[in-house]
């Protein structure tokens, strides 16, 4: 990871902005704001899920200063970003759960990670990685208690405790967790919530019955951390409230749950015109002025992360002003509405603190805030605010 400090860090492909003219602000105090109010929220552990390059934030980054805030774990998806995560922070647990079959699981285990285990296949896997390399693994045996995506289900359950009881009684592995995931806490006034717990306290039973007593019983995202308390157990696993984003602005948005945005995007005018009523703009007209206009041109585009689904719709903010995208976004810019006053240089923000948030592009976007800020590239460059971490 280029470029760290505790104010102003860069991070981008070359350590710095090159000659892009935009850039994502990470407001690292916020994030650690953030997560201080959820864990006030309950008296379980917290698992700081990082994954998707900690959701389009920087995953170093904000894993550094998550921990530094007192984060017990840390939580990716796939196996190549906790081996990328286990260099940046050598001493916390992290957790991960994405592999496919044939990969060689021997460096999660020397790099001790906590495994998650989901299906036969996966069991075969760390069990033969562990004798190979001679060292214990540690692992979460996860279960489908509703989600139909991941788990092994729940007429499979007692036979892989069985395998895991015998494992840990020779020393190949250490069954440190057991979890599962909510498919529809975002939604409170589901009874599915209900449903998938019952299944989960069933699937712990079962484990019991065989032996296996897990450490840690996980089972709540964000949503669930924020809505439904019957689900927090030994440790809940926060993503997207860390970063200042509402699971559903539909029940609560991110204001009324007391979170504040952490990714602010900009850019800035490289254009102006004014334009007569009847005028074209971007591709394909979809867009005519009815009246004299002037337009901006701001080179940020799809291929950085604006969705193209949010042309002439998009909000931005300039000089304090909300004004919008005006035609459809291209690759590498936008057109937008200028208010009075506003020249080349100034600066324009797409979302975060002084602008729109993110869940109202996703809402004109059609789709969720997620999405919003997993799907910048890699190449926008992010520059950190406050102190990084250790």
């Known amino acids: 990871m280029s470029g760290e400090g505790e104010n102003g860090t860069m991070s981008g492909p070359d350590g710095g902005y090159g000659e892009m003219v935009g850039g994502a602000s990470i407001d690292l105090d916020a994030l650690e704001q953030n997560f201080r109010h959820l864990k006030s929220l309950t008296n379980a552990k917290i698992a700081a899920i990082v994954k998707a390059n900690g959701y389009g934030h920087g995953m170093a980054e904000v894993s550094r200063r998550l921990v530094e805030a007192g984060a017990d774990y840390l939580g990716v998806a796939q196996l190549s970003e906790a081996l990328s995560l286990r260099e940046c922070e050598p001493d916390i647990p992290i957790l991960t759960w994405l592999y496919a079959p044939g990969t060689d699981l021997t460096y999660a285990i020397r790099a001790k990670l906590d495994i998650s285990i989901g299906a036969p296949w996966a069991l075969d896997a760390v069990l033969e990685a562990a004798r190979l390399l001679g060292q214990t693994a540690r692992v979460h045996i996860e279960v489908d208690t509703g989600m139909s995506r991941g788990g092994f289900e729940p007429s499979r359950i007692a036979e892989a405790g069985a395998i895991l009881a015998r494992a840990e009684a020779d020393g190949l592995v250490r069954v440190i967790g057991a979890w599962s995931h909510l498919a529809r806490a975002d939604e409170p006034d589901s009874s599915e919530t209900g449903r998938q717990l019952a299944a989960y306290r069933e ?188």
Not at 263 to 277: C, F, G
């Open 203 to 390: 699937a712990l039973d079962v484990l019991e019955g065989t032996g296996v007593v897990p450490e840690i019983r996980h089972l709540a995202n964000t949503a669930g951390l924020l809505w439904h308390p019957e689900t927090h157990f030994d440790m809940v696993r926060p993503g997207v409230g860390l970063f200042g984003l509402s699971p559903n602005p539909n029940v609560e948005t991110a204001d009324e749950l007391g979170l504040v945005p952490v990714m602010t995007l900009t850019s800035r005018i490289v254009a102006t015109r004014k334009v007569p009523a009847g005028t074209g703009v971007s591709y394909g007209h979809t867009d005519i002025t009815d009246r004299t206009t002037r337009l901006g041109t701001v080179p940020l585009g799809y291929a950085d992360g604006i969705p193209r689904s949010a042309s002439s719709l998009g909000p931005v903010t300039v000089v304090g002003i909300r004004t919008h995208v005006v035609g459809r976004v291209c690759m590498d810019q936008v057109v937008i509405e200028l208010p009075d006053g506003v020249e080349v240089g100034d600066e324009v923000i797409f979302y975060g603190q002084g602008g729109a948030s993110a869940d109202e592009w996703a809402d004109l976007a059609g789709t969720i805030g997620y999405e919003i800020t997993t799907r910048l590239g890699r190449h926008v460059p992010r520059t950190y605010r406050g102190k990084v971490g250790h």
